[in-house]
């Protein structure tokens, strides 16, 4: 998402390997563009290598491209749609024009980072806070006429307290995410959705010389929280080198001294703020990365490949990446003793190769 003229669609199409023609001018759209991304990880590609599977599956993210999102949407009710599109995702892309263009004019004047995040965050925030007014409105009445069980009106206090305390943040311009929340409380506020409670990914889409470090250390200092990450791309060469052959794009990488594609950097950053982790299964069908929230634990882990799985859960045979690779196959891991057996309570790690075996 982002103001109309940062360059969403040519960052959405550096990422996605897309070819979604790119307008030079503002012209919003009510179906986004979408596409679902491989995430590449070089650990799975060394567990294929070994294993030598009939099917190799990367563990998948999906992007969707939203139209420009224009002052007075958090109160515009023609915007519920293009919100909502916002509200269905797990993390917000934000993209913020750094680059300066006499072809393309910028919606809001002169060329100014800090005011766009300043007003992509107002809206955001206008557009949580009608939400949550909304729901106040209503939940007031419930708790005065004290409707339901006990139980029914603990929970309805306790929902009714956090968002006071949301909209008094909100009020204050500060992002939902700021309100302390535990594991319960983020269970019963889940439905709603805020904007602001997303992790937010802020992208600074340069020219082709890139951001200068000082721009990009100033929007940190401002935006950066645990669940707030700044980062750079060049929008346009990325989506220009994603269109060359493989072996071409990495020679002129080179020359330019980029480390890596743009998608490996914000597929990274996306996992720390989403806090997830990869695990792999192996065999001679396939080899398989999958997508896990740091801190599950084996019956979760299982429940991601099928929840008959996790149903019929006994233990996860369970050994690191690294370790299997070194020991050149799993038979030579268990004769070493390092495929360990673990139970339902066991906390996956980043990298850990399991096998589960179930009564299913």
């Not at 992007?63 to 995702?89: I, K, P, W």
């Not at 500060?174 to 506020?189: G, H, I, Q």
């Not at 997508?291 to 369970?318: C, D, M, P, Q, Y």
Request: glycine share 8%.
């Amino acid at each position: 998402m982002g103001l109309p003229g940062a360059g969403k669609t040519v960052v959405f199409n550096a990422l996605s390997l897309a070819k979604v023609p790119v307008a030079t001018y503002s012209a919003p759209s009510t179906v986004p563009n979408q596409a679902v991304v491989k995430v590449p990880d070089a650990r799975l590609a060394a567990l294929a290598e070994l294993f030598h599977p009939r099917k190799v599956t990367p563990a998948e993210v999906r992007y969707v491209d939203v139209a420009g999102l224009t002052q007075g949407a958090g109160r515009d009710g023609q915007a519920g749609q293009h919100l909502a599109y916002l509200r269905n995702s797990d993390a917000l892309l934000i993209v913020v024009r750094a680059f300066a263009s006499d072809v393309v004019a910028h919606p809001l004047g002169p060329l100014d980072p800090q005011r766009d995040l300043e007003v992509i965050s107002t809206e955001l925030l206008l557009a949580d806070l009608g939400v949550v007014e909304k729901r106040l409105e209503r939940l007031e009445k419930e708790v005065r006429l004290r409707k339901g069980t006990d139980a029914e009106q603990k929970v309805r206090a306790r929902e009714y307290a956090l968002l006071q305390a949301m909209q008094r943040a909100l009020i204050d311009g500060k992002p939902a995410r700021s309100v302390a929340l535990d594991p319960d409380d983020e269970t019963l506020l889940r439905g709603y959705c805020l904007l602001t409670q997303k992790p937010w990914l802020v992208l600074l889409n340069a020219g082709d010389g890139g951001a200068g470090r000082d721009l990009v250390e100033r929007v940190r200092a401002r935006w950066e929280d645990e669940r707030a990450q700044v980062a750079a791309i060049s929008g346009r060469l990325e989506m220009e080198l994603a269109e060359l052959p493989p072996q071409e794009a990495d020679e002129f990488r080179a020359e330019l001294e980029l480390t890596e594609p743009a998608l490996e950097g914000v597929i990274q950053a996306s996992y720390r703020l989403l806090d997830l982790i990869s695990y792999f299964t192996v065999g001679e069908d396939e080899v398989r990365a999958w997508t896990l929230k740091r801190g599950a634990n084996a019956v979760e882990a299982a429940s991601v490949i099928h929840t008959s799985i996790a149903r019929a859960f006994i233990r996860a045979e369970v050994i690191g990446h690294d370790e299997l690779l070194a020991c050149g196959s799993l038979a030579e891991a268990r004769k070493r003793g390092l495929l360990r057996s673990e139970g339902r309570n066991y906390v996956f790690r980043d990298g850990d190769v399991a096998q589960f075996l179930h009564n299913g």
